[in-house]
C-alpha cells in the first residue's frame, strides 16, 4: 500500500517563485565564465590598441619637440650674431661721431632723407 508520496515543500515553494525555472539553467552572462572571460581579452585588447595609439603620439610629439628646440637654438643663435653685429655697427658709429665731430652725422641723416624722397616720388609714378 503505497500511500501518497510526501511532496517536498522546499522544491515546490521554489519552483513557485521562480515559475518552474531553475537558477542553474537559467543562462546569464555574469553565470558563465567563458563569456566573462571572452568579454575581458576584448576589453585588454582595446585597451592594447589605444595604448599603441598613445605612444605612436607621444612619440610625435617627442619628435617634433626636439625639431623645434633645434629651431629655437638656431634661431637663438642667429638673433646672437645679429645683435652682436649691430653692437660693433654702433659702437664704431660712436667711434666715428667722437672722432669726426657732428658734420658727418648731419650729412649722413640728409643723405638717407633725400634718398627717401626719391623713392616715395619714384613709387608714386
Known sequence: MSGPVPRN???SDR????????????NNASDDPYLLEKQNDEQVASLSEK????KEVSLLIGEEVRSQNSFLNDMEDDMNSTKSLLG??????????????????????????????????????
Open 88 to 125: 660693433n655697427t654702433m659702437n664704431k658709429l660712436g667711434v666715428m661721431m667722437q672722432t669726426q665731430g657732428g658734420s658727418v652725422m648731419w650729412i649722413l641723416i640728409i643723405f638717407i632723407f633725400l634718398v627717401l624722397i626719391f623713392v616715395y616720388f619714384y613709387i608714386k609714378k
Open 15 to 26: 519552483d513557485a517563485l521562480f515559475d518552474g525555472y531553475r537558477t542553474k539553467s537559467n
Open 51 to 54: 595604448m599603441k595609439t598613445l
Open 9 to 11: 515543500p522546499y522544491f
